[in-house]
């Protein structure tokens, strides 16, 4: 995104950015699907300041079962990159001197930090066999029941009662 002609600009001045994506490649562990929102960047004393909301979608896979899934997220930016860039700082935090700033580094940490802790392809989700590995949503294994080790045989007396 070429930002070159705020930067020649008062503190104050600001322009809104559109985005909508149909599909972005934001790192090599992260692909966001219908990335879409309105940004706003405001010339200030320091640099830019980044500020909108965006929505997208991660492909993901449900912790219980392996199955894929997609997933909806939403972020709030609100940033502020320095320009001209600081000395020691993190070329990600700044704007560089050509002006045109990729935005994908502080999209995917927003992204990321906003990723479920546990991706289910549904509440109730069974999960894998701990036998065979099938999934226990599509079929029901009947393994014969094997010997349980003592350690944890008070264990399974409490699963019992309740």
């Known amino acids: 995104m070429n930002v070159g002609f705020l930067l020649h600009q008062g503190a104050g001045t600001s322009q809104e950015f559109e985005l909508e994506f149909p599909a972005l490649q934001v790192g090599d562990d992260l692909d966001l699907s219908f990335l879409r929102g309105v940004m706003r960047l405001t010339r200030t004393g320091e640099g830019l300041y980044i500020e909108g909301p965006l929505e997208a979608e991660a492909e993901l896979d449900c912790d219980r079962c392996l199955?894929?899934?997609?997933?909806p997220l939403?972020?709030?930016?609100?940033?502020?990159?320095?320009?001209?860039?600081?000395?020691g700082f993190d070329a990600s935090e700044s704007v560089p001197e050509t002006g045109i700033l990729d935005l994908r580094p502080l999209i995917?940490?927003?992204f990321l930090l906003n990723m479920p802790m546990h991706a289910l392809c549904r509440s109730?989700?069974?999960?894998?066999c701990t036998e065979c590995g099938g999934d226990l949503n599509e079929t029901n294994c009947e393994h014969p029941e094997t010997e349980l080790d003592p350690r944890v045989a008070a264990l399974k007396s409490l699963l019992q009662e309740s």
């Open 108 to 110: 995917r940490e927003h």
């Open 67 to 71: 199955t894929p899934l997609k997933h």
């Open 124 to 128: 109730d989700c069974k999960g894998l």
């Open 74 to 87: 939403a972020i709030e930016l609100g940033e502020l990159l320095y320009y001209p860039p600081r000395p």
